[in-house]
């Protein structure tokens, strides 16, 4: 028992896993303590194990040892805590995974509180005493504990490296200034790092004002999303209303329609049965008449035949003007003619008008300025081989370089019959289907249309039907009277920009993209679809006229 007065070692009464003092010790055969819970909870984890060993000095056991509470050192723990005694200090635990240990401990290690870069050395608080009360040691250079100390040891002479070569632009020994590195320009470590410190200063600066550039950037960019939000919420409010007023009017115009017929209806329907009742009348007259002439006719007297004859013979004007025609039930045949009418122009107007909504939409760009422009080099990541189909191609066009050039043709060419072959128009599509995000470029000559194309598009139809962007089908830009084109779906839409001999085509099909760019020294937007395409797509090019020739250009 620890006498009054007299401070016992704590660390003596810690267990070794929790580093807290004991509770419920046990003693294993080894002699050394544990708290019951630690060591069970050690030896649990081992179950699989058929040897058990002790975490201090791994001695090892067989079969598990029966744990038994230590009685008497429990005992001398309760005392030991009715005097003050509390767990080990921080700087007496010992070292465990992650840890740096104590370089000068003997055993189980304790935790290392600093390094030093003089003596290459970890040091725990006992050890590190030394450093603060000799003066050869408090000139040395102390810092954090930790593992990367033999970073400064020379791999080739096992020194201190304290010189820095700045011709090689690395730390050396004193050795290596004098063998390999002799001549070169050489400054001590502390020298460099002085230097490099103030480097070092000012790329934090550009770093922070970077930062701050950015974070101003970000806030911008939030500002902008929520802009754009709001403004986007808004457009779609305003536009449900204006939908909601427009389907309210077609509404109302729809039940005018409605009630105008039915008013109609019914006033005709009377005026018919009017005349229709007249006439019933005018039939059952006719018959009474009939059969009294006929009862006439039959009698023996002449002188009552010749006194009534007179009477009955006369008949009353007929109610039924010879000159009235009754026409077929086709009264309401124009109303109907005129509601489809209606409905094309409407179709007609709200297809030309959806082109410019969605263009308007589409236009919407709020990404910064140093963003919206497009290089040749980002579209080439998508470029594609495209080749032209035989079995589509027009009879008066023309297919060479590996069917990548397609030439118009005076004369027709003898191509087979095929149930694919364009038979009205000067047209072809490509071999491949285009999804995803595509690229290809064209160079073109003459009256000529380059196109994309559901496969199924008509082939033998008479009038445009058939044709590049006369059609839901496809989509066309073409060349006409010094001017670019944009034609689907029959409207057209006049692009006043400069024409250039190639123009690249840009396809997502997935977002529903698709451009057209002027290429030259830079690329030029010519036109930009946002639609959402249902089938693969075929790239087409139509020609017509002598000297009208489109090849597809070689992408590097």
């Known amino acids: 028992m620890a006498q009054r007065g007299i401070q016992p070692d704590s660390a003596k009464f810690c267990c070794s896993i929790c580093l807290d003092l004991l509770k419920d010790p046990v003693t294993i055969p080894c002699g050394h303590s544990y708290c019951m819970s630690c060591i069970k909870d050690c030896w ?27 009685t008497m050192l429990a005992d001398i723990v309760e005392e030991m805590k009715k005097m003050g005694l509390q767990a080990a200090p921080p700087y007496l635990c010992y070292a465990g995974p992650g840890d740096v240990a104590c370089d000068v401990c003997s055993g ?22 030394p450093h603060y009360d000799s003066a050869p040691f408090k000139k040395h250079k102390l810092v954090e504990a930790t593992v990367k100390l033999q970073e400064n040891i020379c791999s080739r002479h096992d020194e201190v490296m304290k010189i820095f070569c700045r011709t090689d632009q690395q730390c050396i020994c004193y050795l290596c200034s004098m063998e390999e590195h002799e001549g070169h320009r050489k400054v ?18 550009k770093i922070q004002q970077r930062i701050q550039d950015t974070e101003k950037d970000v806030k911008v960019l939030q500002q902008e999303v929520e802009a754009i939000s709001r403004s986007a ?92 025609k009754i026409h077929p039930l086709s009264y309401f045949e124009d109303v109907t003619a005129a509601v489809s009418e209606l409905r094309d122009k409407l179709q007609e107007l709200l297809s030309e008008e959806w082109s410019k909504i969605s263009l308007t939409v589409t236009g919407v760009d709020v990404l910064l300025p140093q963003s919206k422009t ?31 050039k397609v030439t118009f043709m005076a004369e ?39 196109a994309v194309s559901y496969q199924d598009i008509s082939r ?16 066309s830009l073409y060349y006409y009277n010094m001017n670019y084109y944009f034609r689907h779906n029959k409207i057209k839409t006049e692009i006043p920009l400069p024409v250039s001999s190639t123009v690249g085509v840009y396809l997502n099909h997935r977002a529903g993209i698709l451009s057209f760019y002027s290429v030259s020294e830079t690329m030029t937007l010519l036109h930009r679809v946002q639609t959402t395409f249902t089938q693969p797509l075929h790239a087409g090019l139509l020609l017509y006229g002598d000297g009208a020739t489109a090849e597809f250009c070689e992408l590097k």
């Not at 001590?188 to 600066?205: D, F, I, V």
């Not at 191509?415 to 072809?428: A, K, M, T």
Request: aromatic content about 8%; charged content about 30%; proline content about 3%.
């Open 44 to 70: 649990d984890g081992e179950e699989h194990k058929e040897i058990y060993s002790c975490p201090q000095c791994r001695q090892t056991f067989t079969p598990r040892p029966v744990l038994v509470k230590n």
């Open 108 to 129: 189980r290690k304790l935790k290392a509180l600093k390094s030093c870069l003089v003596c290459l050395a970890s040091y725990c608080e006992h050890h590190l005493q």
């Open 188 to 205: 001590s470590a502390a020298a460099e790092r002085t230097e490099r410190q103030e480097e070092l200063g000012l790329s934090r600066q």
């Open 233 to 324: 919420d808004k457009a779609v409010e305003d536009s449900e209303e204006i939908f909601t007023e427009l389907i309210r009017l077609l509404e109302k115009r729809r039940s005018d329609v409605k009630q105008q017929i039915r008013s109609q209806q019914e006033e005709e329907v009377s005026r018919a049965e009017e005349v229709q009742e007249k006439l019933k009348q005018e039939i059952a007259e006719l018959r009474r008449k009939d059969a009294e002439l006929e009862q006439l006719s039959h009698t023996q007297d002449h002188i009552h035949f010749l006194q009534n004859y007179p009477s009955l013979s006369c008949l009353s004007e007929s109610t039924h003007s010879p000159s009235i």
């Open 374 to 404: 497009k290089t040749r080099a980002e579209f080439l990541q998508y470029s594609c081989h495209i080749t032209l189909d035989p079995n589509t191609a027009n009879t008066q066009l023309s297919l060479s370089e590996g069917n990548r």
């Open 412 to 450: 027709k060419q003898s191509y087979p019959s095929h149930p694919d072959r364009f038979i009205g128009w000067g047209q072809v599509l490509s071999r491949e289907s285009l999804t995803g995000r595509c690229y290809w470029e064209v160079k073109w000559k003459g009256f000529i249309y380059i």
């Open 460 to 475: 033998t139809r008479s009038g445009n039907e058939c044709g590049f962007g006369y059609n839901d089908k496809s989509w």
